[in-house]
């Protein structure tokens, strides 16, 4: 996993997903993938951010619950 100081991002052990954070203020999670791009979900709840956190598979929730339901932009 890359090394990321003080960005604020919760390193995620999987397949595609290197870490997560969540604006409480925006309602907005950003999601940076293991090939360097981050994404934006905008209209989260803090509770649908704390579900993907504990979720078993960070990518498989992402994919199942989030991609598809959530306006998402890619930033970075």
Do not use: C, L, W
Request: glycine share 10%; net charge positive; charged share 20%.
């Amino acid at each position: 996993m890359p090394s990321h100081r003080f960005d604020g991002f919760t390193p995620i052990s999987s397949g595609h997903i290197d870490g997560a954070k969540y604006d409480s203020f925006a309602r907005k999670m950003t999601v940076r993938f293991q090939n360097g791009y981050h994404y934006d979900v905008h209209g989260i709840s803090a509770e649908s951010y704390k579900q993907f956190m504990g979720a078993p598979s960070q990518g498989e929730h992402y994919h199942n619950f989030i991609k598809g339901n959530y306006y998402i932009e890619r930033v970075k």
